[in-house]
């Protein structure tokens, strides 16, 4: 038993049921021996009872079409026209698959170089990139001193992607432990939640390897090395649509 | 992907009993959770990690303000649903219908900031700590809010606990 006295707060926590036990059956022992106090409290929580029976059955009802979440994401998306997306699939198909076959037999035979960093950066994301609470271990707000902090480490200039034009906001980044050193992680997410990953690192073989797709599990990504540091950019979404971020993560690590 | 589909949707029935018991319309009330979801999707980016159920909460109780000062000013008259008259189900159900009636009718009497306390705390089962961040407010307001609207409630139970059907057929007869 503690001393606290009983407050109005506890009863009202009482009778919403969210004190600690402990504190729960202090209150209720005091209510035994304060036959008014208990029956107020009795009433407080038939009232809300009664006001959560009154209202039960609109949570029941069947959703309107016009509150249909799926149609305002589409909506939001402003997909492409089928047209652009025929156009894109007949390309992909064409170079993406003959470029794709061509590439695997290098990602698969080099163990130690770009088609390891594909592996760290898909085994980044599947660990941070569902985490709610901490997907990021510096927030976008101190990007600065995040870049800072990783090419410090990386011992090389890492220069932080901007993707916003792309529609991908950045969350932050953290410094990731692989077997061939350091890595800097960086997360983005787009309007719907969709997040993406860009991992870079010093490579060691591979120094300078052209952008190649790589897949596995449910994400998918690209991964390249240009002037002994690698990149790999990695997320959920389609490969086609992924293309072009890691294009653009290129462009813009090379004009550093 | 689609953390927002599964993170949201779920939350839609509550956000629209929620608006519904604030403005006691169900036209008015969708427009609200309509542009709440849409605000939503845009802002989705912007929302704080973890369970999103307070910040929808907190868009649609601001929409509904804006929506309460909105009609003040025009002195614009929501039209309050009724019950459901053509239903003719059994008396006991009708009955149960008439209590319920009665006291959501006693709950919209209740001053606005009370009332909203109330539903996210009793109803919605916000903690008081997540009722405060929706409303603004410090959690000892959230505090003082909710004992004096369920002592303001109770007293209208207990006033007309001798007479609640009859209260009840008086406020339809007006309408």
Known sequence: MTNRPITEDDLHAYVDGVLEPEREAEVAAYLEGHPDMARRVAAFS????????????????PLPSRLNLSGMIEKRQRRPSPVWWAVAAMLMLSIGGLGGWVMRGSLQTSSGGLAALAQEAAYSYSVYAPDRVRPVEMRASDSAQLVQWVSNRLKQPVKLPDLTASGYRLMGGRLIATSHGPAAMFMYDDDRGDRLVVLTRPMISDQSAPMAPHSGGDVSGFAWADGGMGYSLVGQAAAEALKPIANEVRRQARTI | MNDMLRLVEPVIPALRRYARALVRNRATADDLVQDCLERAVRHWHERREGDPRPWLFTILHNLAVNQFRRSARRGQHIAIDEANEDDFGQ??????????????????????????????????????????????IPIGTVMSRLSRAREKLQQEIEGSADGAPKNVVQLRSIK
């Open chain 1, 46 to 61: 038939d009232q809300r009872d009664l006001l959560r029976q009154a209202l039960a059955p609109i949570a029941d009802e």
């Open chain 2, 91 to 136: 008396d006991a159900v009708q009955e149960q219908k008439l209590i319920y009636q009665d006291v959501l009718d006693k709950l919209a009497r209740l001053p606005d900031d009370q009332r909203a306390v109330l539903l996210l705390v009793a109803v919605e089962d916000l903690s008081y700590a997540d009722a405060a961040r929706v409303l603004d």
